[in-house]
């Protein structure tokens, strides 16, 4: 476009600079090259003469400016293209990133992590080219000095003016660059400023829509690879599911203050209740706090803990009963206590067998509601505060805990695995129970495991 407007440019500049050219060819033809000594010269040629001499190099030096004004123009054009073909380049190389980023997710199908890993070695934005920034500011700089070159060739014109003036030449022939010559100059240069600032916003709003597509396609490619991540955790997750809900256990294997298992559940108001589980533990002295269960105001509602060299006990509001019960040999056990309300009745069973019946444990005081069940840990507030000399050492499973004391041939069913019943209240299930602190689930059939431990 730049290379259209240069000739148009110099046709017009072509007849105001060829005004002065026929004087000077007229002073070249009829110049004679020898005057006499002192002889008057008919036609006034010496003056002539003059004019020549002092118009010469201003022609020469107006048509140098603009050559080189041409060759800054024509440079302008090829920078501008070079431009256009790096746009185009990268437009080019987005589609293809689109269309690959489309393709690497057939339907149906999912790709695992080295799939992944091969799509993020592509980095399709690591060969941008340089900032449009740069070509703008170059054409800007262009721009000032088509301007200062305009300003020059003036007061160039302006000085040879008076320095003739001053030496008494004829002034019709020295005069500055005639109005219509400097207004139609201006018109054409202010046209061409014009054109490059157009070009200029141009450039611009194509920088502007590249990076909204290359922010457009980011976006896209990092939710193909959470979509994935996504699925891949799914799939982990169901290759890790247990057989059935409850065939799991949890792991305390250290006597620390963090490791610990947790029951989502809440517990209602109760009058009575049986809690049963199976344990595993041959820690000493003492297996520990294999569960217990806080309320505001009272840390020690419902626990059962083994520590030191006490037997195992039951704290229901923090009263105490002791328990004639024997599980630290390191084989699996049943193990079921039972209390009511009412005059504070309690049972303990090992392995489906009553081993020990007590009363007025906590008598007439009912279970309350709004608590934490802790597996593995004693709490002396709710929720925390875990003491390491009283943390479980071993694996438990089957928690179940129910608002009402089962009965004796309930027990026993539970005990040799010829009843599934699941508590009320509780029942243990995957869903119900989160680990913390390096406490661990695993899947675990109890019956076959106990089978086989005996």
């Known amino acids: 476009m730049l290379s259209e407007l240069f000739p148009l440019f110099f046709y017009l500049l072509s007849p105001l600079l060829s005004q002065d050219a026929p004087a000077a060819v007229t002073s070249r033809r009829f110049v004679c090259n020898a005057i006499p000594p002192g002889a008057e ?21 107006l048509r140098n400016t603009i050559i080189q004004l041409r060759e800054s123009l024509l440079q302008q054009k090829e920078t501008i293209v070079r431009q256009q073909g790096t746009i185009k380049e990268l437009n080019s190389k987005l589609a293809r990133c689109e269309a690959a980023a489309d393709d690497s997710v057939p339907p ?4 695992g992590h080295g799939s992944r890993r091969k799509d993020n070695s592509k980095n399709t934005m690591g060969d941008l080219p340089r900032d449009p920034g740069e070509t703008i500011n ?14 020059s060739l003036e007061q160039q ?14 002034a019709s022939a020295l005069t500055p660059l005639p109005p219509q010559f400097r207004e139609l100059l201006g018109q054409r240069l202010g046209v061409l400023e014009t054109q490059l600032l157009r070009k200029v916003a141009e450039l611009e709003e194509e920088k502007s829509q590249l990076y909204n597509e290359t922010a457009a396609h980011r976006q896209r490619t990092e939710n193909v690879l959470n979509s994935l991540l996504d699925r891949i955790t799914e799939l982990e997750k169901n290759n890790n599911a247990f057989k059935s809900p ?38 000493s002295p003492g297996i ?33 009963a002791q328990l004639p019960l024997s599980v630290s040999d390191g084989r699996w056990h049943h193990i079921c206590v039972t209390w009511t309300t009412r005059d504070g009745f309690w049972e ?33 507030i709710v929720g925390g505060r875990f ?37 009320n209240v509780v029942p243990w299930i995957d869903a119900n129970v989160e680990v913390f602190g390096g406490a661990t689930k695993a899947s675990l059939e109890i019956c076959e495991d106990r089978a086989f431990d005996s």
């Open 41 to 61: 010269p008919g036609c006034g040629d010496a003056p002539s003469g003059s004019r020549l001499q002092a118009n010469v190099p201003a022609e020469d030096e």
């Open 108 to 111: 149906g199908k999912s790709r």
């Open 138 to 151: 170059q054409l800007g700089k262009t721009m000032q000095s088509l301007k200062g070159r305009l300003e």
């Open 157 to 170: 014109s302006l000085q040879i003016s008076n320095a003739n003036a001053s030496a008494g030449s004829s």
């Open 246 to 283: 409850e065939d799991f256990k949890v792991s305390l294997s250290l006597r620390t203050n963090y490791l610990y298992g947790r029951i989502k559940k809440a517990l209602p108001e109760m009058y009575a209740f049986t809690v049963c589980m199976w344990l595993k533990s041959s820690a």
């Open 288 to 320: 520990g706090t294999p569960f217990s269960y806080a309320v505001p105001g009272q840390a020690n509602e419902i626990v059962l803990i083994e520590w030191g060299n006490n037997p195992i006990e039951l704290l229901v509001n923090d009263k105490v």
């Open 348 to 380: 303990a069973y090992q392995d489906g067998e009553r081993l020990g019946t007590g009363d007025n444990l906590a008598p007439w005081h009912p279970i309350k509601s709004g608590g934490v069940i802790i597996l593995g840990q004693e709490q002396d």
């Open 387 to 423: 003491d390491a000399t009283q943390a479980f050492v071993g694996e438990l499973s089957q928690f179940n805990m129910w608002d009402r004391v089962l009965r004796p041939v309930d027990i026993v069913g539970l005990a040799n695995c010829s009843a599934y019943m699941p508590g």
